[in-house]
């Protein structure tokens, strides 16, 4: 039974390694990654559109996927899709660094998408939002500052490619995912209730007595499962509403993951500037990812998430129009907190709004919102690029885009009841 492991609620000890699989898992497949494009699309001789068309399947990948992720975890619990979606990884980098078409980078690239979807992310929300009830919001917004921090590795991967290589710095990070990713899967627990817990490290036994024998050890077993069905949350407005906000916001931010670096250099910026941009919108994107979670445990999660939405589309609006190095400065202090505030703020809403039932299957079917943004985005810029020259006519479109997220997170009806928690307002759903 883990009561309590050096005097600490054990659910601090699952955020930390939370926080540390979405740092490598982060670091290496997905901001990472910006770094191994214009390498890949100078030495095969692609144009950027088809190369750009590989991130685009991991936005395919997770509209399959994390929907079938998400009734796993349900089922199976975390552990075993974590320690899956390692081996993927590490299987993917091999298969990637050994390409010689198009078809293999597809391929290889749909592989790690899927190791990635199912190493980090719906697993540990789900972990996460049945540990915690009173400091949800601050524990999703220190997991996802395991991602917001993954940034840190862009310049090291920058270095390693522009001294070794690409395909021998991918064989390199298969190690690391390896032995850093594996020992932290085994950290995760699903619920706390087999454990003789409750959220928030609320002892069972402190339960009122169940009426008989029988249902009492029942309870010990059952994991505290409250809130809606996943059809009574695809009856729900907001459902739809939330899912919107996501579509709306992620053209900008699927198509900076993959083409930031890319843009920078073609309006003249050194390439580890370039790199160090990327760090600077994971690290600067923790004012909104721990900022606006603890924020979000206080206040409206509703406004926070229009403020972010507000500032992140200044921020690519910024981002398009960038033609020297100070730039970057206002371009990270609008973008990066307006993109790292919904990351915890939307599960959260998520979590207090349709409750921790089928926490997992929902999230999973949240990740439509973003597929559509994430398989056209990269590529349309790409494609911009090869017609004209430059990124700036897309990343216009997206910060308009963006702006639209604002008008549908206004219609949501969150309420928020005494305790501070949202509620539903099954009146107006």
Same mark, same amino acid.
């Given at each position: 039974?883990?009561?309590?492991?050096?005097g600490v609620f054990y659910g601090w000890w699952i955020v930390a390694a939370s926080f540390f699989l979405l740092l490598i898992c982060g670091g290496t497949a997905v901001y990472g990654?910006?770094?191994?494009?214009?390498?890949?699309?100078?030495?095969?001789?692609?144009?950027?559109?088809?190369?750009?068309?590989a991130f685009s399947l991991r936005s395919v990948e997770g509209g399959i996927v994390q929907p079938i992720i998400g009734f796993f975890v349900d089922r199976i619990g975390t552990r075993?899709?974590?320690?899956?979606?390692?081996?993927?990884?590490?299987?993917?980098?091999?298969?990637?660094?050994?390409?010689?078409?198009?078809?293999?980078?597809?391929?290889?690239?749909?592989?790690?998408?899927?190791?990635?979807?199912?190493?980090?992310?719906?697993?540990? *929300?789900?972990?996460?939002?049945?540990?915690?009830?009173?400091?949800?919001?601050?524990?999703?917004?220190?997991?996802?500052?395991?991602?917001?921090?993954?940034?840190?590795?862009?310049?090291?991967?920058?270095?390693?490619?522009?001294?070794?290589?690409?395909?021998?710095?991918?064989?390199?990070?298969?190690?690391?995912?390896?032995?850093?990713?594996?020992?932290?899967?085994?950290?995760?627990?699903?619920?706390?209730?087999?454990?003789?817990?409750?959220?928030?490290?609320?002892?069972?036994?402190?339960?009122?007595?169940?009426?008989?024998?029988?249902?009492?050890?029942?309870?010990?077993?059952?994991?505290?499962?409250?809130?809606?069905?996943?059809?009574?949350?695809?009856?729900?407005?907001?459902?739809?509403?939330?899912?919107?906000?996501?579509?709306?916001?992620?053209?900008?931010?699927?198509?900076?993951?993959?083409?930031?670096?890319?843009?920078?250099?073609?309006?003249?910026?050194?390439?580890?500037?370039?790199?160090?941009?990327?760090?600077?919108?994971?690290?600067?994107?923790?004012?909104?990812?721990?900022?606006?979670?603890?924020?979000?445990?206080? *206040?409206?999660?509703?406004?926070?998430?229009?403020?972010?939405?507000?500032?992140?589309?200044?921020?690519?609006?910024?981002?398009?129009?960038?033609?020297?190095?100070?730039?970057?400065?206002?371009?990270?202090?609008?973008?990066?907190?307006?993109?790292?505030?919904?990351?915890?703020?939307?599960?959260?809403?998520?979590?207090? *709004?349709?409750?921790?039932?089928?926490?997992?299957?929902?999230?999973?079917?949240?990740?439509?919102?973003?597929?559509?943004?994430?398989?056209?985005?990269?590529?349309?810029?790409?494609?911009?690029?090869?017609?004209?020259?430059?990124?700036?006519?897309?990343?216009?479109? *997206?910060?308009?885009?963006?702006?639209?997220?604002?008008?549908?997170?206004?219609?949501?009806?969150?309420?928020?009841?005494?305790?501070?928690?949202?509620?539903?307002?099954?009146?107006?759903?």
């Amino acid at each position: 039974m883990l009561n309590r492991l050096r005097g600490v609620f054990y659910g601090w000890w699952i955020v930390a390694a939370s926080f540390f699989l979405l740092l490598i898992c982060g670091g290496t497949a997905v901001y990472g990654f910006t770094a191994f494009f214009d390498p890949i699309y100078q030495e095969m001789g692609w144009s950027r559109a088809e190369t750009s068309f590989a991130f685009s399947l991991r936005s395919v990948e997770g509209g399959i996927v994390q929907p079938i992720i998400g009734f796993f975890v349900d089922r199976i619990g975390t552990r075993k899709c974590i320690f899956t979606g390692i081996l993927l990884m590490g299987v993917a980098f091999v298969l990637i660094s050994h390409i010689s078409s198009l078809a293999t980078f597809y391929t290889g690239f749909f592989l790690l998408a899927m190791g990635n979807t199912f190493a980090s992310g719906i697993p540990e *929300y789900a972990a996460i939002a049945a540990w915690f009830r009173k400091r949800r919001a601050l524990a999703l917004g220190i997991l996802t500052a395991g991602m917001g921090t993954s940034g840190i590795m862009t310049p090291i991967i920058t270095r390693l490619i522009d001294n070794f290589g690409w395909r021998e710095t991918l064989l390199v990070m298969v190690p690391v995912v390896l032995a850093i990713g594996i020992p932290l899967s085994m950290v995760i627990r699903h619920h706390p209730e087999p454990y003789g817990m409750r959220a928030d490290g609320k002892k069972l036994a402190d339960d009122p007595p169940a009426p008989t024998a029988g249902e009492k050890a029942a309870a010990l077993k059952a994991p505290e499962e409250v809130g809606l069905t996943i059809k009574e949350c695809l009856a729900t407005r907001t459902f739809w509403l939330m899912m919107f906000f996501t579509f709306f916001t992620s053209f900008a931010s699927s198509t900076i993951q993959v083409h930031e670096m890319s843009h920078l250099v073609n309006v003249g910026i050194s390439r580890d500037l370039s790199a160090l941009t990327m760090t600077g919108i994971t690290v600067f994107s923790l004012v909104g990812r721990l900022g606006l979670s603890w924020l979000g445990d206080i *206040y409206s999660k509703k406004k926070l998430l229009i403020i972010s939405a507000a500032m992140q589309a200044v921020g690519v609006f910024i981002f398009a129009n960038i033609s020297s190095a100070w730039m970057i400065i206002p371009f990270l202090v609008f973008y990066a907190p307006g993109f790292g505030g919904p990351i915890p703020l939307l599960p959260a809403i998520q979590a207090d *709004y349709f409750g921790t039932r089928a926490f997992a299957s929902v999230r999973g079917l949240m990740a439509l919102g973003y597929t559509i943004p994430g398989i056209i985005g990269p590529w349309f810029a790409g494609w911009i690029c090869d017609m004209q020259g430059n990124y700036k006519t897309a990343f216009l479109i *997206y910060a308009a885009m963006t702006l639209l997220a604002i008008p549908v997170m206004m219609m949501t009806t969150l309420t928020r009841g005494k305790t501070g928690a949202t509620r539903r307002d099954s009146a107006v759903d």
